[in-house]
């Protein structure tokens, strides 16, 4: 099976831009989640939805951060505007039942200068 | 809210030695434990978890412990080989329900020497 795919890999752009990442799970997988690396630091948890609904989005570090999954198949998290702290590598991963361990896609690094 | 501690974290070890890295919980509620193994530029990816109904699982040269009086839990890679080297993160939560969000502790770079 495909796995999960996040694009771009790579994202350079300017503090005030907006950046948007996507991020297609494995096909029938229900759970999709967002996770995010700042250099040196644990992956930290952002979002998790169920289909199209937010089921948890108490990681989500502030308003800037706007994230869907309309249809309940890919999903876009969005960055508006972009601050220096953001920069960071935005990892997506999917499960197709809560009660096993996600299969991560190859993350996002997102640069913010 | 969960938070996970993981020692070290950087570990060299001789090609064919033993690595043990380990891990501290704080939520006496969580019930899932995975191990997550990260090359350089690629995906994470589990190589193996626990349950708190099991005080140790093993696979090949991989073995996973428990502790959940003392809240804590190791990964044990024997034999070591140069591709084990990558940055290995262990993660904690309480599977099933609503709530099924991973809290990983920092990661531990292991480099294994040839």
């Known amino acids: 099976e495909a796995g999960v795919t996040q694009f771009p890999s790579h994202s350079v752009i300017e503090k005030g831009q907006t950046v948007t990442l996507r991020c297609d799970p494995i096909?029938?997988?229900?759970?999709l989640y967002w996770y995010r690396r700042v250099m040196g630091k644990e992956i930290k948890f952002l979002l998790h939805f169920v289909k199209e609904s937010k089921q948890d989005e108490s990681g989500m570090p502030n308003n800037r951060f706007l994230a869907e999954r309309t249809g309940g198949t890919y999903s876009t998290l969005k960055v508006q505007p972009a601050e220096l702290e953001d920069s960071g590598v935005y990892f997506c991963a999917s499960s197709q039942d809560r009660s096993y361990g996600y299969t991560f896609g190859s993350g996002t690094r997102l640069t913010v200068v | 809210g969960e938070n996970v501690e993981q020692h070290p974290s950087t570990l060299s070890v001789q090609e064919g030695d033993s690595a043990v890295i380990k891990c501290t919980y704080s939520d006496s509620a969580s019930n899932y434990f995975p191990w997550y193994k990260q090359e350089l530029g690629k995906r994470p990816q589990l190589i193996i978890d626990?349950?708190?109904?099991?005080g140790e699982k093993k696979d090949q040269r991989i073995a996973v412990t428990l502790n959940k009086t003392a809240k804590h839990f190791s990964l044990h890679i024997t034999e070591t080989q140069p591709e084990d080297s990558a940055v290995y993160f262990c993660a904690a939560s309480r599977s099933g329900g609503s709530n099924y969000k991973l809290t990983f502790g920092k990661g531990t770079l292991l480099t294994v020497n040839p």
């Open positions: 626990i349950r708190s109904n099991v």
């Open positions: 096909s029938g997988h229900d759970n």
